[in-house]
């Protein structure tokens, strides 16, 4: 398998929960001060990940959150942020401009800040009331989910960590299992016209953002993204046989609508590539965790494809020829 | 002017304001009964319209609003969702699928429902607690911000609705000044291989709503929109100096997102083709209700570009290929 690190790949997914003991304390702490509502500030791939929890959200709870733009949070505001919200920033470099502006703003209306930031020392590690150090989903589900345990609203907080404990072990076991069907996509369609993804509920944020994280920004390749709900009231009747039409399943409520955009693409397209992450064997997880797992499985399926794409398109990840390498 | 009616396009706004007297009755009756919360539940084009609403409402109010898909609506659900809620619903058939299986779900619980819906007699007009016959910015602005005034949040409501008033007389100037450009615009993009589309705050609805349903939907044009704020997070990447990109600028207070994104790109891409509401004259409106109407100034603009796609592609907007003609 090429570009493959097994140990590596567990390595760091188990680094993603090293955390735990100090994001419980911190949801606790915040549990026990109140807040009014949740502002899960981001942008980009960052935004995507407060839909995602969004969606894992709405049918569990009460608690008022809010995923939010931080080029929107500066600009049109909120009427409903006050100094009893609680922000919850994330960001890789610590520096986004965008993200610096709206924990700027939010310190100064008195807000507390949970920052989820991969580099210490930076300016946002540097401003988070409560700084922990890096992303992904392990963190946020433990922090999102111990907040609505504490909300009453959660009684399996124990029995999910017990499960994504095991998560980090199995996740060689997906990236094998993608290999041959994400090596086979990049070599058929890297350099089709454009690519057509499609997600939903809580696949739908990894969906868009591998699309302009991924596609877009590391692989110059055309992207659209469309929810499968959406996707029948307009999207549709762009797509010709010949499309390229990538489908990421998740195993949360929503499947009913990516089968319903299966089954219809069958008819009209003869390019369909489906990633389903219930196709992946998952021992020992309780099967009522899997839909909340979907976009940590995917992540291992996603990790697969970027490879060929790089291979087959001849273009490495790393290069930008503008992002932050112009100023704008 | 290719298929241009002045008359008809006032006729058509005008009707638009002749539900003033019911709107309002209906809007007061549920301030005074009460409510915890809003959905407005649509699809497609119709969830375009509550993002849009969503972004107005924003800065504005503390009451709860939730701009909810259909499609996840019926398969998560939410648990913010009770008896207590008020649901607003739009359709111009009255009989989308997952927005009937939305109404079904939402009185089989208890909620009221308000139906903007064209077509009296259709599914959804029967369903419907309270029949608006239609929908539109007019009416959805004087509905919401009603109830925002209702609230106490939005004391200049008669203001704003006398300005309203002034629109629909004022919409064949701004088709007449959109003209050269919306031309100029299709009969050199018609066919390009993808067209890149750009707005924010409450023109990302209409931004998103004329990628997917007029240029995808209506004249099988491949299409990407992003927000100006997730513009530099991946897709900036992907623009070569040869590639469309349209910015559909409003007035709203997220306008210095879309001047960062055009500034960019005029020095990457050729070209740049920018629709901008402030550049129109309205005589009568007052300065501070030009970014609220922006996404009905904004229609008339479309409209031509509309008229100009339709005769250089030579693809009449009523043709579909799938929509409605198979089974899904």
Redesign the interface.
Same mark, same amino acid.
């Given at each position: 398998m090429l570009k493959y690190d097994p140990a590596k790949m567990v390595e760091r997914a188990k680094g993603c929960l090293a955390n735990k003991k100090e994001i419980i304390e911190v949801a606790d702490k915040l549990s026990q001060e109140g807040f009014s509502n949740i502002f899960f500030i981001g942008? %980009?791939?960052t935004?995507t990940y407060a839909w995602s929890i969004q969606?894992t959200l709405?049918?569990?709870?009460?608690l008022?959150y809010h995923a939010e733009?931080?080029? #929107?949070f500066n600009?049109?505001?909120?009427?409903?942020f006050t100094k009893d919200s609680l922000v919850v920033i994330s960001s890789s470099t610590g520096d986004t401009k965008?993200v610096v502006e709206a924990v700027d703003k939010a310190k100064a209306a008195g807000a507390r800040v949970v920052g989820f930031v991969d580099t210490p020392g930076s300016p946002l590690a540097e401003k988070a009331d409560y700084y922990i150090p890096g992303g992904s989903y392990y963190r946020y589900y433990t922090f999102f989910l111990r907040l609505v345990h504490n909300n009453g609203?959660y009684p399996e907080f124990d029995e999910m960590y017990a499960n994504l404990e095991k998560l980090p072990e199995l996740m060689p076991t997906v990236a094998e299992a993608a290999e041959k069907d994400a090596e086979e996509f990049a070599r058929i369609h890297r350099d089709d016209?454009?690519q057509y993804l499609i997600g939903?509920?809580n696949m739908w944020g990894p969906t868009y953002s591998y699309a302009?994280?991924i596609m877009?920004?590391?692989q110059?390749?055309?992207?659209?993204s469309?929810?499968? %709900? #959406?996707f029948?009231?307009?999207?549709?009747?762009?797509i010709g046989r010949d499309d390229s039409v990538i489908l990421f399943y998740g195993e #949360?409520?929503?499947?009913?609508?990516m089968e319903?955009a299966e089954?219809?693409l069958h008819?009209?397209c003869k390019n369909v590539t489906v990633f389903d992450t219930a196709k992946y064997e998952l021992p020992g997880i309780d099967k009522k965790f899997r839909g909340l797992f979907s976009p940590i499985v995917l992540g291992g399926i996603t990790g697969r494809i970027g490879v060929y794409l790089e291979e087959y398109g001849k273009h490495p990840m790393p290069i930008?020829?503008?992002?932050r390498k112009?100023d704008?």
């Open positions: 942008v %980009g791939g935004i969606e709405k049918p569990l709870t009460t008022e733009h931080a080029a #929107d600009t049109l505001g909120n009427k409903k965008e609203e016209a454009i939903s509920g302009m994280c877009e920004e590391m110059w390749m055309r992207t659209k469309v929810t499968a %709900g #959406d029948f009231h307009g999207t549709l009747e762009v #949360d409520a929503t499947r009913p609508q319903r089954k219809f008819t009209i930008r020829r503008y992002y112009l704008y």
